[in-house]
């Protein structure tokens, strides 16, 4: 299955803001969407390889769109198995909801940074220019894989 809920309460959820996360060492690129709706938009783009920063910067985000669950996207290799991003992307993910204590749930993202430059390439941003946007794009596809599988799960 695409999705991978990690929390019961996800699937009750009926309304509310949703923020999601294509983690990085690096860049932190953030999307919102509200689930009634289900359409995931861009962000921002969170830059800092200092954790105290980056939670910072997300915790803001946080008091700003008081969002009812937290997307992240779980990188893996193409035939699913892990790797050191995939074990990052779950300690970011615990930690979200430790400090934050807001349902976290999980979505494979396997493609999402490629279709994310597929996407820019399309609009005329190409190569170094796509660097500012290319995670907010990816986490903009990742939310968007939630609330498509979200809608399937809720609407059978």
Not at 60 to 86: A, F, K, M, S
Request: avoid cysteine; glycine fraction near 8%.
């Amino acid at each position: 299955m695409w999705l991978t809920i990690q929390s019961q309460h996800t699937e009750q959820l009926r309304s509310g803001t949703v923020l999601g996360f294509d983690f990085g060492k690096k860049r932190i690129g953030v999307a919102i969407g509200e689930i009634g709706i289900g359409v995931a938009h861009p962000l921002e783009t969170v830059v800092s390889e200092k954790t105290e920063q980056r939670f910072a910067a997300i915790a803001e985000l946080i008091r700003t769109w008081q969002p009812v669950v937290l997307v992240v996207g779980l990188p893996t290799h193409v035939d699913g198995t892990e790797h050191e991003l995939t074990r990052l992307s779950q300690r970011f993910a615990r930690r979200l909801e430790g400090r934050f204590k807001i349902n976290v749930t999980l979505v494979d993202e396997r493609y999402t940074s490629f279709v994310a430059s597929e996407m820019l390439r399309e609009l005329g941003i190409k190569g170094r220019k796509q660097k500012p946007m290319l995670d907010q794009i990816a986490a903009q596809q990742i939310l968007q894989s939630f609330f498509d599988e979200y809608q399937t799960v809720t609407t059978t």
